[in-house]
């Protein structure tokens, strides 16, 4: 076994049991070796917090080692972070994101913000048990591009509806896009309560958002040329 395959093992092993000294030194001692943070992220970390959760429903595991699994992978979070961001170029739109009312969970939610900050999103994070004033006051103040909710449980799906009632009431609706995701959702749930769009996974939510603003702003690159030509036509007119 190479020491990368050693370090993707250890990590999803130290995850598993909730080792965060332990994970924390792996992460470094990957990135040390030249190992790609995606890599980190998506073959050990990500797979170890699933089998926390297949041991959670099998009731080998209660709350508190899911607990300690997920704070053992924020610490590498924190450490791959910015790498990730770093890839990104200049802002490519405005993104709001957080966790809906009643709903903890931060780590997919937190992922995204990762990703989308990596492809160049100036993302306004919420957290997480974000009661629907708050998502309508940051869409009021930061207008972006695109507004999303992140829902992990069963229980909170149904704060979508109650926030999209929420902007629809402040005269928001229609000035930005809607996303959401989580473990539960799907895409004919997303339909259902009226979202503009539904990602499984954060890769898909920022290709998403970037092929939103892209069209957008081909849109208004199109709405500019128009513009020019109309007004070289009418130039050319008055000069006879
Ligand atoms: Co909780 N929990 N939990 N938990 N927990 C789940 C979600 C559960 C599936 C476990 C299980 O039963 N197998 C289950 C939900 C069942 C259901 O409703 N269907 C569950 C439960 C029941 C609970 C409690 C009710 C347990 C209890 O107290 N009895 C409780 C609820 C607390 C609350 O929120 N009010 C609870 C508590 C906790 C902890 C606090 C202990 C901890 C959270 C720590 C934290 O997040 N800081 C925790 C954990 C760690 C989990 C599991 C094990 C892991 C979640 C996770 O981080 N996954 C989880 C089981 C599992 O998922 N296997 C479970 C990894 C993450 C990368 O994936 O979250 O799906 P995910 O995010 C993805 C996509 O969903 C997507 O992109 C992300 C990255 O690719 N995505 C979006 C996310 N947001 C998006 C937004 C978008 C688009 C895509 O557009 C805007």
Do not use: W
């Amino acid at each position: 076994m190479s020491r990368e395959e050693e370090i993707r093992a250890g990590l999803f092993e130290h995850t598993l049991n909730g080792h965060a000294p332990e994970v924390k030194a792996l992460t470094e001692e990957g990135l040390k070796l030249g190992m790609n943070p995606m890599d980190i992220l998506f073959k050990a970390l990500i797979p170890s917090l699933e089998e926390v959760g297949r041991r959670f429903e099998k009731g080998d595991f209660f709350v508190p080692e899911m607990l300690i699994a997920a704070r053992a992978m924020q610490g590498a979070l924190v450490i791959l972070r910015p790498l990730i961001a770093e890839t990104g170029a200049q802002p490519v739109g405005r993104y709001v994101i957080g966790t809906v009312k009643g709903d903890i969970h931060d780590i997919g939610k937190n992922l995204c913000v990762i990703m989308l900050e990596g492809a160049g999103f100036e993302v306004f994070d919420l957290g997480v048990n974000t009661p629907p004033e708050k998502f309508v006051a940051a869409v009021e103040e930061h207008k972006p591009d695109v507004v999303g909710f992140s829902a992990f449980l069963t229980t909170t799906m149904p704060m979508f509806k109650v926030n999209i009632d929420a902007l629809t009431k402040a005269g928001l609706r229609d000035k930005v896009h809607i996303a959401v995701g989580g473990a539960p959702v799907t895409q004919e749930y997303a339909k259902h309560v009226g979202a503009d769009s539904y990602a499984p996974d954060a890769s898909m939510a920022t290709r998403m958002a970037k092929e939103l603003v892209g069209d957008r702003s081909q849109t208004s690159q199109g709405a500019q040329a128009l513009e020019q030509a109309v007004k070289l036509i009418d130039e050319t007119l008055k000069k006879g």
